[in-house]
């Protein structure tokens, strides 16, 4: 069974620009969640997706969205970049809500903002 | 809110030394506890939990027990190994969401 990808994995931008990152769940996962890591504050919670809604988002400004298709593929976008949104970004996958589901986390998408 | 401290290191072993990384959490529930390790260059992959208190997860040697009453989940391994070099995460999330909290990670390298 493939693991949870991301796309790109690397990726250069300058201040201003917007950037949108992918994530495809292993297969049957319906959740997909989205952390930030750098570090300065290590890993922090974005946002979670299940059934195509946002469940949950942690404390990031509002440039920083997400979404979730039917196939449950998610993509996470920021706006407006800044040098501080250089970091690795990360997916995770698992069937469903809940700290009983495993979740599964891809190698990630490192984001740089010059 | 919900959060987890952890012993930042580095920490320096050499092999078949003993390994303790300490981990404390503050929960106003009763969440699951996690240990996660990330080699370089990939994700996270989960190496144990713990769900309820009391609980012991175990993974490839590394052990980490629920403990309650003093709100820790502290990983240790009797004999590490040089494969074992990686940095660790202890995390937490409640039972009914996916929003996990993070400790700031231990890096762990193991010399011959």
């Known amino acids: 069974k493939a693991g949870v990808t991301q796309t790109p994995r690397y990726l250069i931008k300058t201040r201003g620009q917007q950037v949108t990152l992918s994530c495809s769940p292993i297969?049957?996962?319906?959740?997909v969640s989205w952390y930030q890591q750098t570090p300065g504050q290590g890993l922090q919670f974005l946002f979670e997706?299940?059934?195509?809604?946002?469940?949950n988002k942690g404390n990031f400004p509002g440039r920083f969205s997400g979404r979730q298709f039917s196939n449950s593929r998610s993509e996470m976008n920021v706006s407006t970049l800044e040098l501080g949104d250089s970091a690795l970004y990360l997916c995770?996958?698992?069937?469903?809500?809940?700290?009983?589901?495993?979740?599964?986390f891809g190698p990630g998408t490192r984001l740089t903002v010059l | 809110g919900d959060s987890v401290t952890q012993m930042e290191g580095p920490v320096t072993l050499s092999e078949e030394a003993f390994l303790t990384i300490n981990c404390t959490y503050t929960?106003?529930?009763?969440?699951?506890l996690f240990w996660y390790v990330q080699y370089p260059g990939e994700g996270l992959q989960l190496l144990l939990k713990?769900?309820?208190?009391?609980d012991k997860g175990s993974n490839k040697g590394f052990e980490a027990t629920y403990r309650k009453e003093t709100t820790s989940f502290h990983l240790e391994k009797g004999s590490v190994q040089v494969s074992d070099s990686a940095v660790y995460f202890c995390?937490?999330?409640?039972?009914?969401?996916?929003?996990?909290?993070f400790g700031a990670g231990t890096r762990l390298t193991v010399k011959p």
């Open positions: 995770a996958s698992s069937l469903g809500r809940g700290s009983y589901n495993e979740q599964f």
């Open positions: 297969s049957g996962h319906r959740s």
């Open positions: 997706y299940f059934s195509e809604t946002q469940r």
């Open positions: 929960a106003t529930g009763y969440p699951s």
């Open positions: 713990a769900t309820k208190a009391d």
């Open positions: 995390a937490l999330s409640d039972l009914n969401n996916n929003d996990m909290r």
